[in-house]
């Protein structure tokens, strides 16, 4: 079993930056790709992020150009550089890893961390 661990959430004010990092850990077989998402009460949750294991990078467009994925395959950890965050970039972000296991993937996913952007 593969579990995921956040950390780096906080409260920060707009412009401010913040730094979450995500390890997992367990019988991981082969990361097909890793990211984040993030979640606001009574909305879905929206992929924020992730990187395949080739380097390949997807953002979503309101946070291109202040956020920043990256990822260590030899630490199976993930961070996301968040800089010039505003108000909206508010919400519960989930590291979430996708293991590629014979041909199935296998969806994981952390508890999730607190990001507030508040003066």
């Known amino acids: 079993q593969v579990q995921l661990k956040e950390s780096g959430g906080g409260l920060v004010q707009p412009g401010g930056s913040l730094r979450l990092s995500c390890i997992a850990s367990?019988?991981?077989?082969?990361?097909?790709?890793m990211g984040w998402y993030r979640q606001t009460p009574g909305n879905e949750r929206e992929l924020v992020a992730n990187?395949?294991?080739?380097?390949?990078?997807y953002y979503l467009n309101s946070v291109k150009g202040r956020f920043t994925i990256s990822a260590d395959n030899a630490k199976n950890t993930v961070d996301l550089q968040m800089n010039g965050l505003k108000p909206e970039d508010t919400a519960v972000y989930y590291c979430?890893?996708?293991?590629?296991?014979?041909?199935?993937?296998?969806?994981?996913w952390g508890r999730g961390t607190q990001v507030t952007v508040s003066s």
């Open positions: 979430n890893l996708l293991e590629e296991r014979w041909g199935t993937l296998y969806d994981y």
């Open positions: 367990g019988s991981i077989f082969a990361i097909n790709r």
């Open positions: 990187i395949r294991s080739g380097g390949e990078t």
